[in-house]
């Protein structure tokens, strides 16, 4: 599974690499309000409203020193899957922990 998880995260980049191969705006989904209206004609009322309550730590999957070439963004898509990987992993991991300590006190 690992392995497989790991596969998954290496071939991430294709979602930036391919719609630019074949001269698409950006990544499927991955639009901001403007576009987002553009492509369905309208934005949500709920989505405007929470739009600005998250920001991404990798903005764009970019590093700090602005250089958005297609290997940085690549790398950022492989190091913001890498992260959200081990964070699910951990989260899964304690909360596995905590219920078998219940099952253990039964």
């Not at 602005?66 to 699910?88: D, F, M, P, T, W």
């Amino acid at each position: 599974m690992w392995i497989a998880v790991g596969m998954l995260a290496l071939i991430s980049p294709l979602g930036i690499i391919i719609p630019k191969w074949l001269g698409a705006d950006g990544a499927w989904g991955e639009w901001d309000l403007s576009a987002l209206e553009k492509v369905a004609g309208f934005v949500p009322t709920g989505l405007k409203r929470i739009a600005g309550i998250w920001k991404a730590p990798l903005p764009e999957y970019g590093f700090p020193s602005g250089n958005k070439g297609l290997a940085v963004e690549s790398i950022g898509y492989v190091l913001s899957a890498v992260i959200g990987i081990a964070l699910v992993a951990g989260i899964m991991y304690i909360i596995t922990k905590l219920l078998g300590r219940k099952n253990d006190a039964k």
